[in-house]
């Protein structure tokens, strides 16, 4: 079925596989629910492909959890086989959007091998990224409501009358991975463990997107970019049944 672009309408139909890195707070949340939407394809998550493993008790599901209950990092080939299990189950007419996979070099590489198998184009990488000060201020300025569930931002967004809610006067609260020391130690490890992963896709279909902006002109640059990505494969598809490929 084709798709209209939020940017200018036109119609979409190519494949695209899709990883989105961006750090913790830099709105990837909301950049890849506009995408999925947009383009109808499935988002695939590792954290749900290890839960579904290990609550359906099969055997990676069975290693993984052994592994995680000595307190050790599940190896990549438990991972990629995972990742293959459930890639092998869905129509990819359209596509998907990876999250949180790959995270390691290995995984890169096997994720090539397998979408060359596949007849699926390389991955578009989307690098959702902002300045830090204003990834920690996004995060660490959340409050919240527990009575009514309404958030603010003592930065951004603060309500009328410090640490209270303008709706029903409760106190507002804070989500402890939302501390600023939490949040900076995420930021570093992000960084540590995905700085080798882009430049590993640096020089290939790599787009970096600058997120400190409204939502809705990151994703119109988003659409901008993925529309281009959807001419190079059509034009490559084009080329390789031309060569008899």
Known sequence: MPRSSPASGQKVSDPVVLLFFGPPGSGKGTQSKMITDWLQIHTISTGEIFRAEVQAGTSLGRAAQDIMNSGGLVGDDIVNAMLETRLSQLDLHHGVLLDGYPRTIPQAQFLDQFLTARGLPEPTVLHLDSPRDIIIHR???????????????????????????????????????????????????????????????????????????????VAREVATRLEGQMVRVRSSLTARRHRGL
Do not use: K, M, W
């Open 139 to 217: 995060v660490s300025g959340r409050r919240h409501c527990a009575a009514c569930n309404r958030g603010y931002n003592i930065y951004f967004q603060p309500p009328q009358v410090e640490g209270v809610c303008d709706y029903d006067g409760e106190p507002l609260s804070i989500r402890e991975d939302d501390r600023e020391e939490i949040v900076r130690e995420r930021l570093l490890d992000y960084d540590r463990r995905t700085s080798p992963l882009l430049g590993y896709y640096e020089g290939r279909d790599y787009h970096r997107i600058d997120g400190n902006r409204p939502p809705e002109e």
